[in-house]
Every structure is written in C-alpha cells, then in structure tokens.
C-alpha cells in the first residue's frame, strides 16, 4: 500500500512539472514572438518591365522600413551615423515580412510591406555602434504657434497664421508626437495682444491649463522680410528646454519653403521626446525575481508585462520547482525604475531571504 501511495504521489509530481515544463515553452515562445518591432504599410513600387524583379523591389522596401524604425527609435543626428547600411546584415536583422494590396497598373508594380524586425538584434546593433535607442512611445502635446510680423507689428494665434492653419497637414507614421492646437477663442488672441512686449517670457499656463495635456511646446515665429527667427519652449515630462532656429531667404507662402521649417521644427521636437526616453543599452543590470509556480494566471501576466517592457533586453527562467519560479532579467535602467513599473502594472514585489518575490 505505501509503495502504491508513492507511486501515486510521484506520478502526480510528474504530471505537474510536464505541464508546468509545457506552460512555460508556450508563454516563453509568445513571448520571444512578441520581442519585435513591426513597420507597417510601406509602399513599394517598380515598373513592370523585362528586367523586373519583385526580390530587388523588396529589398527596397525593407530599406525603407529600416529608415523608418531608425525613425522612430533613434535621433535625427544618431540616425544618420546608421542609415546606410548593407541589405545583407539588414537581412539579417529581418524575423518576416508581409506582401499586401499587390496591383499590376498602367505597368507599375505596386504593393504595401510589412516587415518584423528582431528587437534584440536591432538593439545589439545600435549597441555596437554606440547609440542609445530611445522607446517608441505616443505623446499628445498642446502646440501654441505664436506668429510675430516685425514689421507691421502684428501679432497672429489663429487668422493670417499659417503655421497654426498647416501645422498637421502633413505627419508621417513614424513620428511619435501628435500636436493638438489650441481652439480659436478671442479671449486668448486678446491676452496675447496685451502681453506683447513680455510674450518670451510669458508662462502661457492660463491657456495650457485650459487643455488636459500635461505636454506643451510654446512656437514663436518672429518674421521680418524673408527672414523667420523662431523660440520654441518645449515642456516634455516636466523639462523645459529652450531652442532656437533661424531661417533666410524663405518665402512662407512657398509650400517647399514652410515643408521644409515645418519639417525641422517637428525633427526637433521628436529628438527631444527620444531624449526623454532613451535606452541606455550599456547598462545591463541583472534582476532575479521569484514568483509562485502554481499561480499560472500570475505568470502568463508577468511574461506579459516583461516582454513589453522596453527596458528589458532579456528574461528567462533560472530556475523553478513545484513551490516558485525565478526568473532572470536583464534590465537596461536603474531597479527603482523597474520597481516603479511593476508597482504601476498592479505587481507587488517584496523582499525575502534577499530576492524579490511577487507576492
């Protein structure tokens, strides 16, 4: 009888840790799936001619997505250290790729790509070029464009101000921040009037405090001739910084002239915004956290929630038995960063004999 209680007792020990050994390479899989960067909806084209081939057209494509990633993941002045490189190593980097929408007119070859970047790989190689990454996250900011005619001292918010009217006229996909302008209201225009000779130093916080929006750049374009001086005050997770531009010889009712300030000011934007939430990739901090082995509905949160952090580079399991799971992480920050994160994400972790439980 005790050997048959045995055997029984060791045969639900086997079934547990075949099941748990089999949760573990599902969530783990999921996980390195969900370890990627996607750009989507590049449009590639070729005229269809004898000499066409769709692996050239392709490879086109995939340099446009990898342009348009070092876009959203890089600065302006980093990105250009690394926008060429060669369609082998960028290959190399390439997890698939996707063909949409093909269309054969008038003897153009036209299609959309969608290509999965290794975000490890890609990190490494930004690594070994010495170039923090920054993480891809959205930012709605308050846009106060403030237009200054030198000459005949007028001052224009919303009429006769054509950085207000054409300011999200055109946007591109991989930008991060979307600007949202302040509503036509005669009150503010007045205000602004009556502050005219204070306006650079004006702290505008009675209009930004009228937009639920704790992000805000303060535009002011001074025009004298054809020449454009401009102060922009960006506030970007309470840092204020100051920059300022100038341009000459430029006709702002010249659509490539005003694409082209247009398209500087936002470069400048986005480079502050990476700057604020970069990677410092040569940190690699290595954190161990235990967690019990039978709450699966814990653990499948927790993969979760470690493969979406970008701070991350790495986690696997170190070890596990039938009580707890540890997991090690490589973590490219400071651990009150971490701890911050997972407190937010409704994970307490507390210490016990010197390693961090989820309780």
């Not at 348009?68 to 990105?79: A, E, F, P, Q, V």
């Not at 975000?119 to 200054?148: D, T």
């Not at 991060?176 to 505008?204: A, C, G, Q, V, W």
């Not at 500087?264 to 990677?279: H, V």
């Amino acid at each position: 009888m005790q050997i048959i209680n045995k055997l029984s007792k060791l045969q639900k020990v086997y079934i547990f840790f075949i099941s748990f050994v089999l949760f573990i390479i599902i969530f783990f899989t999921t996980y390195l799936n969900a370890n990627s960067f996607r750009v989507s909806d590049i449009e590639i084209s070729s005229p269809f001619e004898l000499n066409f081939k769709k692996s050239k057209v392709i490879d086109e494509g995939f340099k446009a997505s990898y342009i348009n990633l070092l876009s959203m993941i890089t600065t302006s002045g980093d990105r250009n250290k690394i926008k060429d490189v060669s369609i082998k190593e960028l290959k190399s980097m390439i997890d698939s790729f996707t063909i949409s929408d093909e269309q054969f007119i008038n003897n153009e070859y036209f299609a959309k790509l969608e290509t999965t970047f290794n975000k490890k790989k890609i990190l490494n190689f930004l690594e070994k070029k010495n170039i923090f990454p920054s993480i891809p996250i959205k930012n709605k900011v308050l846009l106060i464009p403030i237009l200054l005619d030198v000459e005949t001292d007028g001052i224009y918010l919303f009429n006769d101000n054509i950085f207000y009217k054409k300011w999200n006229d055109t946007n591109k996909n991989y930008q991060l921040l979307d600007y949202l302008l302040p509503r036509e209201d005669l009150e503010d225009l007045n205000k602004i009037h009556e502050m005219s000779d204070s306006i650079e130093t004006h702290d505008f916080i009675n209009l930004i405090a009228k937009y639920d929006l704790k992000d805000y750049i303060i535009l002011i374009i001074y025009k004298n001739k054809d020449e454009i001086k401009i102060l922009s005050k960006i506030n970007l997770n309470n840092s204020l910084k100051i920059n300022n531009q100038k341009y000459s010889k430029v006709n702002l009712f010249d659509e490539e002239n005003l694409n082209r300030i247009l398209e500087n000011l936002k470069n400048i934007y986005e480079d502050e915004w990476k700057k604020n939430n970069q990677i410092n990739t040569s940190i690699k901090l290595p954190l161990t956290i235990s967690i019990k082995s039978k709450n699966y509905k814990k653990i499948i949160s927790l993969e979760e929630t470690l493969s979406n952090i970008d701070l991350i580079s790495n986690f696997y399991i170190l070890n596990f038995d039938n009580k707890y799971t540890q997991y090690r992480i490589i973590y490219n920050g400071s651990p009150i960063t971490f701890l911050n994160y997972m407190n937010n994400n409704k994970f307490e972790i507390v210490m016990q004999n010197n390693i961090w439980t989820i309780k």
